[in-house]
Nanobody
Framework: QVQLVESGGGLVQPGGSLRLSCAAS????????MGWYRQAPGKQRELVAA???????KYADSVKGRFTISRDNTKITVYLQMNSLKVEDTAVYYC??????????????WGQGTQVTVSS
């Protein structure tokens, strides 16, 4: 059993910053890729950023240069630093583990989601 617990969402003005955290526990190994997905109302869930245990990263084109993903393998925790936030970044953000790096297909384990709202 794997548990992923997200924190750090909230309401921020355009141009502002937020930092999301996802702490993993249970039967999980630190070797797996982890990532953040998001889902806006009426849209499909999409990959925002992902990171391997070795620190390789990838990002959606829409967030490149603004978001940074990182992880602490000793704590099995992944972070998402979001800067220069835009209204279109508004969504529920979900942490995921064991995602497929090549296809970006998510793994079986999800966090409960954290709401990020960017609004003036």
């Amino acid at each position: 059993q794997v548990q992923l617990v997200e924190s750090g969402g909230g309401l921020v003005q355009p141009g502002g910053s937020l930092r999301l955290s996802c702490a993993a526990s249970g039967s999980i190994l630190s070797i797996y890729p982890m990532g953040w997905y998001r889902q806006a109302p009426g849209k499909q869930r999409e990959l925002v950023a992902a990171i391997t245990s070795g620190g390789h990263t990838k990002y959606a084109d829409s967030v490149k240069g603004r978001f940074t993903i990182s992880r602490d393998n000793t704590k099995i925790t992944v972070y998402l630093q979001m800067n220069s936030l835009k209204v279109e970044d508004t969504a529920v953000y979900y942490c995921n583990s064991e995602l497929n790096w090549a296809s970006s297909k998510p793994g079986d384990y999800w966090g409960q989601g954290t709401q990020v709202t960017v609004s003036s």
